[in-house]
């Protein structure tokens, strides 16, 4: 089936005792044993497991077409597993330009538990083998990557990772299975700050890790004792929330991928604006490999003006566009990166993050363009 089909009815069905359409929402902690002390449900203990958590782990399994899917939390929740499941001594490779949360992750608390790490281009697939060690256990991708929207090649990265015997991972966060999906280009494992576009809506907090056939099976095991163990996990409600959110994801993202592409086409008019990150854009140094490997460029953008005074003046200038951080909601979103990655960002200081809602396109180009004449 198509993927806007399984997106409406992956991980649903009528519920046996009501009827219900909607999947109802449960909240019970624990779960009754029979005469026998069986577990006729196959439910014991909701951090283990419980029914709204399975079905949105089922619904994103498919999605991401792999196998297995474990919801967590927070998207940090879901990324520190995947880190806790390497050992320490370890050593893994991540980009320079990624979510600033994996960073410091990474360098802050996991360098203290033992893991080593260094940082390359990963647009780069020379400076990554150059990279490479003999304890190389695993290789983070994130593509595109946040805030510059860099573009690795996935399946280049995984035959290199499984030559060596390492695991290929990959966040997913940004592209969405709509328009890309790592499991089919060689990934061993995605990841997901349900946050964003799978939420969509800016009002839960999430996120998942999935895999398929090709993760060695002793780190798919850490995994799924780290999630019931480090007991992170979601709470009912916000795994219905997510359920319901997925129903309309597709559309959602075909849509800002639209309008971020309208979006840049007028910033590329501009004079005033030095630089644009999207890889939609012929200029951008890997469009052609973005378009092979993703199925559309996706709704999020950065731009740079000449500084950044001017970038603080046009985030203050816009009047649609809210000023936050966070991404992939219903509502447009900007903000000045450098100074929320704070001391020590490698994000140019004049860039500013967009992330495009589905308001009509017209009305954002018009607060954008009135903000950009009004920060001169
Ligand atoms: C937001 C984000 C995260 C972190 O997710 P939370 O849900 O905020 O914990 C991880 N990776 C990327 C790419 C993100 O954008």
Redesign the pocket.
Known sequence: MEFETLAVHAGRTVDPTSGAVMPPITLSTTFARDGNGGLPSGYIYTRSSNPNRAQLETALAVLEAGKTALAFS???AA?AAVLHALNPGDHLLYPVDL?H??RNLIQNEFARWGLRADAVEMSDLEQVAAAWRPETRLIWV?TPS?PQLRISDIQAIAELAHAHGAICAV?N??ATPVWQTPLTLGADLVMH?T??YLGGHSDV???AVIWGESLDASFADRLSAWQNLGGAVPSPFDCWLLLRSLATLPYRVRAQTEHAGRITEYLAGRKDVVRIHYPGLREHPAHDLAARQMRGFGGMLSFEVEDAARAMRLASAVRLFLRAT??GGVESLIEHRASVEGPGSPTPAGLLRVSIGLEHPDDLLADLAAALDASV
Do not use: A
Request: hydrophobic content about 20%.
């Open positions: 927070s998207g940090q990324l979510y949360g994996t994130e946040n966040d966060t940004w700050s946050t964003k907090l999430g996120g966070s991404l």
